[in-house]
């Protein structure tokens, strides 16, 4: 019979195991857009992910997606509900490495994620943070250690391979800035869709999304019930968010 000291060693070392293997980051293949772009994949829980943000400006049969760059014409598209992206803009100029969509071009059934993927759930996204051990240990797997306002030493963990970086967000609240109260959003916030939303009422304007801030060691999320959403806990459709996506489940 083993004794307590080598049973708790037994039990460390199985722990340890499992915490590599199921956080070690498995680079297995890159996914492409139709536009040509390429994104690695990492296995992260029980899905494949891709580890940078999408950027393409077609939808899957070719069609451009509507670039809505300036003020008026995202706040159109967003009256409108319909599908537009925009580069990041700030008094710095346009940033054409980050790409951001309103959740029209998200759920428009031409699909912007590249072939043999998807945009993830609400439920995905909540089964993936569950699986890592929750919002708190999320955040500092996912967080990229540079870029950050603040130094995120205390913040990121050293299996970061999700590679999250602030790279801003678009709101129509606020007459389509990019601009958070507190100031730009690059380099404090990032903000990914989710194919879910609230379909009922005063919700059917709103949607999910993982939200990622430079002061808080968490991650924001909107996990609900399949039925019951708050409009403080969603966002509207037409703000320009991030996206990630997931490899489709082999059949």
């Not at 031409?110 to 995905?124: L, T």
């Not at 955040?139 to 970086?165: C, D, Y």
């Amino acid at each position: 019979m083993l004794g307590k000291s080598q049973a708790m060693k037994i039990l460390s070392l199985l722990g340890l195991w499992i915490l590599i293997n199921v956080h070690n980051p498995l680079f297995s293949q890159e996914i492409a857009d139709v536009d040509g772009n390429t994104y690695p994949v990492l296995s992260m829980g029980e899905h494949q992910w891709t580890t940078e943000n999408l950027r393409v400006t077609r939808f899957n049969n070719g069609d451009l997606i509507p670039q809505a760059q300036t003020a008026e014409e995202w706040l159109n598209a967003s009256k409108n509900k319909r599908p537009a992206w925009c580069y990041y803009e700030d008094e710095a100029g346009i940033d054409q490495t980050t790409v951001l969509y309103n959740w029209y071009a998200v759920q428009d059934p031409r699909g912007i994620a590249p072939n043999g993927s998807h945009i993830p759930s609400i439920n995905e996204w909540t089964s993936l943070i569950n699986e890592l051990g929750g919002v708190k240990k999320c955040a500092r797997m996912f967080k990229s250690n540079e870029g950050w306002l603040r130094p995120q030493a205390t913040l990121v963990h050293e299996l970061n391979a999700f590679n999250i970086e602030p790279v801003g967000s678009r709101y129509t609240c606020l007459e389509a800035s990019f601009n958070w109260y507190d100031g730009q959003s690059k380099g404090r916030y990032v903000n990914f869709w989710t194919s879910s939303h609230g379909q009922y009422g005063i919700y059917g304007n709103h949607a999910n999304r993982i939200g990622v801030a430079f002061d808080l060691d968490h991650l924001i999320t909107d996990a609900r019930s399949k039925t019951q959403f708050e409009n403080s806990d969603l966002n509207l459709k037409g703000n320009g968010f991030s996206v990630r996506c997931v490899i489709d489940p082999a059949p």
